[in-house]
Nanobody
């Protein structure tokens, strides 16, 4: 089992920045890719990015490329999502996930409870 806890969400003005954290615990989490997703009201969950623990490979969605960055601190078992130049369209609940495939995610993977990000115009 892998447990994931997100933090760092909040209210920010357009153009501002936020850094989300995802703390992981449980056995074998080091073998998983860590992903970030978001879900805006009335919309489907959207892939934001993913990062591997060992190979430092990262994947980022075109909609946030150049503004969002993924990183990790293995000593703290934590993955970060640095979000800059935020726009109102970035508003949503942000979820952290752990899974074996960085580009294929499902309900069988491990998911956190989410953290709300609201960007005001």
């Amino acid at each position: 089992q892998v447990q994931l806890v997100e933090s760092g969400g909040g209210l920010v003005q357009a153009g501002g920045s936020l850094r989300l954290s995802c703390a992981a615990s449980g056995r074998a989490f080091g073998s998983y890719f860590m992903g970030w997703f978001r879900q805006a009201p009335g919309k489907e969950r959207e892939f934001v990015g993913a990062i591997s623990w060992s190979a430092s490979s990262t994947y980022i969605a075109p909609s946030v490329k150049g503004r969002f960055t993924l990183s990790r601190d293995n000593a703290k078992s934590t993955v970060y999502l640095q979000m800059n130049s935020l726009k109102p369209d970035d508003t949503g609940v942000y979820y952290c996930a752990a899974g074996p495939d960085p580009l294929n995610w499902s309900s069988n993977d491990y998911w956190g409870q989410g953290t709300q990000v609201t960007v005001s115009s």
